[in-house]
């Protein structure tokens, strides 16, 4: 097993009974606890209209998490590209890399949730082209300097310079859900649980089918890169975490089902039912996410030694807090984690950001 590398994929839900003001005040402070335990990376989603997602403004959040962390890298998971103008991308990714001091890593993404397209002003048909459309506008810039509508089909600008570039000399980006269009475009790829062999050997053929397509993300060293997002709640009795991943599982599952629950004003009955694939898949997966990843600390750290074992993957996001877990309880998770199954894993308490 290579020396794995930990983060956080956070929502930031609701927590009933907590100001959202104290909400923004908690994460920030479990924030600046993975930074000084040597955690990789913190990735926030974006969703809109609900109690899925408090802080939608991702880089608003990312920007006041950086200066309070050191080593962290941060960034949205993901990006909804088809909802914001390139233009405004473009600009806040580069400025949020500069407040990071290249501490930025970017996921990008289609957006599931139909009626948050419209809401934005744009359609959920033809979305999954408007976000690789989009994609490639951000390629072009961020090799050439300059922001270009050139070769869009949906936009149509003047070229403008980016008068303020990365501080990184190449963004790292990720793509969750799908090894074909991670691959296709050069992007890490954000998997859900453990990768099946097949999906890993589909990601690693696109990765090599596509490397002389147009839009690629990667840099000249980069190699194809998979993490893990899951559930984790450590508690000092197995019966004690499960019944902590069970209420973070059913918040989750409450409240991704609310963000659709607009959707057929938008879209007819069986798009609103094709666009909760995702939400289906949780569902359907959900007992087995308890079960691994609701434990002891030796329990835990049996379980991902296990799901590293194979060598496809040596970054681990773990989803916590998630649904109603409280503040309190995720607290705990992240310092049994650090404490007690961190040293089993890497030896060490304090993982390589190398």
């Known amino acids: 097993m290579t020396n794995p590398r930990f983060g956080i994929f956070d929502h930031i839900e609701d927590i009933p009974g907590t100001p959202t003001s104290q909400l923004f005040k908690d994460r920030l402070e479990l924030i600046k606890m993975a930074d000084q335990a040597g955690f990789y990376g913190y990735h926030l989603a974006e969703h809109h209209g ?35 103008h390139p233009m405004r991308i473009i600009e806040d990714m580069c400025i949020v890399d500069q407040l990071t001091e290249g501490r930025l890593e970017f996921g990008v993404g289609r957006g599931a949730v139909p009626v948050e397209h419209h809401w934005f002003g744009d359609r959920w048909e033809g979305s999954r082209e408007r976000m690789v459309d989009i994609l490639g506008i951000i390629h072009r810039a961020l090799e050439t300097g300059e922001v270009s509508s050139e070769d869009s089909r949906y936009y149509d600008f003047p070229p403008m310079p980016m008068a303020t570039r990365p501080y990184q000399e ?40 596509h490397k002389d397509d147009p839009i690629r993300m990667e840099g ?57 694939g995702a939400l289906r898949a949780i ?59 961190q040293p089993q894993l890497q030896g060490s308490a304090v993982p390589s950001h190398g």
Not at 178 to 185: I, L
Not at 190 to 207: F, H, S, V
Not at 293 to 318: H, V
């Open 220 to 276: 000249s060293e980069d190699q194809p890169r998979v993490g893990y997002s899951l559930l984790l709640a450590i508690a000092p009795t197995e019966t004690e975490a499960r019944e902590i991943a069970q209420r973070g599982m059913d918040g989750l599952i409450r409240r991704t089902r609310e963000s659709h629950r607009f959707d057929h004003l938008v879209v007819d009955e069986a798009e609103g039912y094709a666009a909760q």
């Open 170 to 209: 190449r963004i790292p980006f990720w793509y969750p859900g799908s090894p074909e269009t991670a691959g296709r475009h050069g992007m890490s790829l954000m998997w859900p649980g453990k990768i099946d062999e097949a999906a890993y050997e589909q990601y690693l053929r696109a990765w090599e089918d």
């Open 50 to 84: 609900g109690e899925l997602c408090l802080a939608p403004s991702q880089e608003i959040f990312i920007a006041a998490a950086s200066q309070i962390t050191e080593r962290i890298r941060l960034g949205p998971m993901v990006k909804l590209l088809p909802m914001h």
């Open 283 to 341: 569902i359907a997966n959900m007992d087995m996410a308890i079960q691994f990843g609701a434990g002891t600390p030796d329990q835990i750290a049996e379980r991902l030694a296990l799901l590293l074992e194979d060598g496809m993957a040596d970054y681990l996001c773990f989803m916590f807090p998630a649904g109603d877990m409280s503040f309190a309880e995720s607290r705990r998770t992240l310092e049994l984690f650090v404490t007690k199954v």
